[in-house]
């Protein structure tokens, strides 16, 4: 396969399998490269679906937004791209909607979540302890607060706690006080490799260190960019906005999203059959949704073996059941 620069995306077959099967209105949530979109807008291309299909591509970030825009081309005219965040998916949908005459009523959501390659390997956005560059974990450049604030200002319990809940890092505490003291005695923290050398230093040998780092680098960013917040904000809305038998797909890369899309899904795929005992004939309250995938997917070894980043990836997929409560699909 040849390689993307931008981006590879993952699992795209399975999402086109799962989310493609009418025209209709399309969101990537998580647009990045555009590399799920051209997917999905190829699909319904080939299955002569194309007219009557609008794709919505989403992203806080301006860059990815371009890339997109440049990749997506040759279907300018079936695509709408809208910087935004995705927690806003109700009314960016309700906006594309009224300004073309659709009814704001999606077939499909895909939600690839976390950053891209082109973020990670781009040293000025500050994502990676590899690589040299300003403490920043922006996505959206135009927010206000970087990951060099929240290093210099929160204080040694806010740090441990922020580094244990969004990292799962056991050495939380002793991390966030080496900050607090290399703060104390040389002043802010600025540098992708200057925090990275802070962690390295509650390390005698080499084992773990890379675990640390990228667990420390990630608890950081999802605080940055509020990730958790937004993806239950958008697992809510999105539902909302599904019409009938329309679907989301949801690729998470680590256990805290992960746990946060099984969760919603399963909340929202439960019904309410009052306390025990009352012998309900229909529950009081319908599920909303039903479950297409009961486990997550994950991808082949061939995938994997092509594109590590694929490696962590699991794919959840839900459907939107008619106010009857019937799925088109099982
Ligand atoms: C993993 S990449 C998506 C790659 C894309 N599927 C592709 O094939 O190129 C995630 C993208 O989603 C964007 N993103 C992450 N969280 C977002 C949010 N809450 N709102 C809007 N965009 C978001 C990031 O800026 C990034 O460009």
Redesign the pocket.
């Known amino acids: 396969m040849v390689q993307d620069i931008?981006?590879e995306?993952?699992l795209a077959a399975e999402i086109i399998a799962f989310l493609v099967r009418k025209p209709g209105i399309y969101v990537?949530?998580?647009?990045?490269?555009?590399?799920?979109?051209l997917a999905i807008l190829r699909a319904l291309d080939e299955a002569g679906a194309r007219e009557g299909s609008v794709l919505i591509g989403?992203?806080?970030?301006d860059a990815?937004l371009r890339a997109?825009a440049d990749k997506l081309k040759e279907y300018e005219a079936s695509t709408v791209l809208a910087k935004?965040?995705?927690?806003a998916i109700e009314s960016i949908v309700q906006r594309v909607c009224s300004e073309k005459g659709l009814k704001p009523k999606v077939a499909g959501i895909?939600l690839?979540?976390?950053?891209?390659s082109f973020?990670i390997d781009t040293a000025e956005r500050g994502f990676s302890y590899l690589r040299d560059g300003p403490l920043d974990m922006r996505?959206d450049m135009d927010s206000p607060v970087s990951a060099a604030e929240i290093i210099n200002t929160y204080d040694e319990k806010e740090l441990a706690r922020l580094i244990y809940r969004y990292g799962e890092e056991p050495r939380s505490r002793s991390i966030a006080k080496s900050i607090v003291t290399y703060r104390l005695d040389h002043g802010p923290v600025n540098r992708t490799q200057e925090l990275a050398d802070i962690i390295r230093g509650n390390f005698t040998g080499t084992d773990k260190i890379i675990k640390t780092l990228s667990r420390v680098f990630q608890a950081l960013r999802i605080e940055v960019?509020s990730?958790l917040e937004?993806l239950r904000r958008?697992l809510y809305d999105g539902i909302e906005s599904l019409d009938e038998h329309g679907r989301m797909a949801v690729i998470s890369y680590h256990s805290l999203e992960d746990r946060i899309v099984k969760t919603v899904f399963a909340e929202k795929a439960k019904s309410d059959w009052g306390p025990k005992g009352v012998g309900l004939r229909e529950p009081l309250e319908r599920g909303s949704i039903s479950l297409v995938t009961r486990k997550p997917l994950v991808a082949t070894q061939e995938e994997t073996d092509a594109n590590p980043r694929a490696r962590s990836a699991k794919l959840r997929v839900i459907e939107k059941l008619s106010q009857g409560g019937h799925s088109e699909w099982q």
């Open positions: 931008y981006h995306p993952v990537d949530g998580t647009l990045g490269g555009g590399g799920h979109s989403i992203d806080q970030d990815a997109a935004g965040n995705f927690q895909l690839d979540l976390g950053v891209s973020q996505m960019n990730e937004v958008v």
